[in-house]
Each structure stands twice: as C-alpha cells, then as structure tokens.
C-alpha cells in the first residue's frame, strides 16, 4: 500500500511539476491555435464528405481509435471539434503524459482518406515533444 501512496504522490508531483513548467510552453494563444487546427481538420473532414458536424461527429465516435477515448472526454472534445470550446493546458498535458500523443489525433486520421494539414501536424509534435521532454 506504501508503495502506491509513493507511486501516486510521485506521479501528482510529476503532473503538477510538469504544469508550472509547460505553462511557459503551452500558452493560452499556443493552445487556442491548436484548438482551431483542431476544428479545422474536423470540419474540413466533415465539408469534403458532404456531412453536417453533428454526423461527422458520429463518424468520429465510429473510429476505432475513438473507443480508446475515455466517454466523460467526448463532451469537450466534442465541442473542441465544433470550434466552441478550447483546450485546457493540465487536460492535454496529462493526456500527453498517459498516451504519449493526444488522443484526437489518431482518430481525425482514420476519418480522413488524405493526410492531416501539415500545420496541425507540426503543432500536435511540437507540443508532444516539449511535454515529453520534460516528463523525465
């Protein structure tokens, strides 16, 4: 029991640690950018297929990555993917942190028969590695 009061504590300092760090990095202008690259593509997806939001939003959840998605997540990806909500710094940073990638990503690629815009690409890496890079 010692030893996952340790491994908690030591994982809660690692996140919080990590949270004064990356808000250098992840400013609220940085995070509303990828928010926007983020609603872009999914609505790009949505206008090439012919589809309103709310059915490319089915097609999401239709993802086979999108199932590896925790379901209380949806609401503010959701609406992050409509262009109503942003990104939250902890959120991502934690999300980077347990996956190693943000978990919109995978499934936006597997609804989309060509590549994803190389500017949200370049974003989604950047941030990634900068998370990744001070986890250790």
Known sequence: MRNLELKYSHNTNIYSNLELR???ILTS???ERYSELLSKQFISIA?????T?????????DQPDSLKIAKHKLPRIKGI?????????DVL?????????CQIIPVLYSMNEANLSTEL???????????LSLKD
């Open 81 to 89: 993917l409509f262009g109503t909500k942003k990104l939250i710094s």
């Open 53 to 61: 939001n709310e059915k490319a939003w089915q097609l999401f959840l």
């Open 22 to 24: 990356m808000e250098k």
């Open 121 to 131: 690409v370049s974003q989604s890496c950047i941030i990634i590695a900068e998370v």
């Open 47 to 51: 206008r090439k297929e012919f589809l």
């Open 93 to 101: 940073i934690k999300e980077i942190i347990e996956y190693n990638h």
């Open 29 to 31: 202008l940085y995070l």
